[in-house]
């Protein structure tokens, strides 16, 4: 089955710093990878997804690219704040089957 | 998400019992999915489920089990034969195969103990 590994495990920023966190995947079928931020106790929230006929997609502070030949993606925050201090984790799907998750990135923002 | 819920939203288990957890989801997708979290860990999936009356393991099947009755809903039982279940237990739901749509959660359901 896909193995999606994420690293850091954790990262640290200063505010208003841009943060970046990896992932790459072992299945070249995988075509949707979705990201989600978790605060503690709560659920999984989407962030950001991309599919794979897009090689970047951009939210306001938030961008995911993708690179299909390298098989990873990354997920880039820029002007980092406070409140987006939490855990994000990535995840790999085929065509909507299983999601396939990262082990995720605890991130601090340090005001 | 208001379209998933998860019941209830602690749990506590005695040594021998079996629980159950309950999810119901009103998205009308067609894929529901258990995973556990442990502290500082990823989502590991449990049980998963594409249709009605179909259901798969995931990686850490064992010790649990599931229904799908209806589309709307998917509990879990945790086991007696599960020795570890003190987690963070995590529905999800998603519209499935066929379709490039990302998954939903609910607020989980943290089980301990007693």
């Known amino acids: 089955g896909e193995n999606v590994e994420q690293h850091p495990s954790t990262l640290s920023v200063q505010e208003g710093d841009s943060a970046v966190i990896k992932c790459t995947y072992s299945d070249s079928a995988s075509n949707y990878f979705p990201w989600y931020k978790q605060e503690l106790g709560k659920r999984p929230q989407l962030i950001i997804d991309i599919r794979s006929n897009v090689g970047e997609k951009k939210d306001q502070r938030i961008a995911v690219t993708l690179n299909k030949t390298a098989k990873h993606f990354s997920l880039h925050i820029t002007e980092t704040q406070p409140e987006d201090s939490a855990v994000y984790f990535c995840?790999?799907?085929?065509?909507?089957?299983?999601?396939?998750f990262g082990t995720g990135t605890s991130l601090t923002v340090i005001p | 998400d208001g379209g998933i819920t998860q019941s209830p939203k602690y749990l506590f288990r005695k040594e021998g019992q079996n629980v159950t957890l309950s999810c119901e989801q009103n998205l009308n997708h067609d894929a529901m999915y258990w995973y556990r979290q442990d502290p500082g860990q990823g989502l590991r999936l449990i049980y998963y489920?594409?249709?009605?009356?179909d259901f798969q393991k995931g990686d850490i099947a064992e010790g649990y089990s599931v229904s799908r009755e209806k589309k709307e809903s998917f509990p879990l039982t945790v086991t007696s034969a599960q020795k570890n279940p003190t987690a963070f237990y995590l529905c999800?739901?998603?519209w499935g195969q066929g379709s490039n749509q990302p998954q939903h959660f609910g607020d989980g359901t943290r089980l301990s103990i007693l």
């Open positions: 489920s594409q249709i009605v009356n």
């Open positions: 995840a790999a799907s085929i065509t909507g089957n299983q999601f396939y």
């Open positions: 999800a739901s998603s």
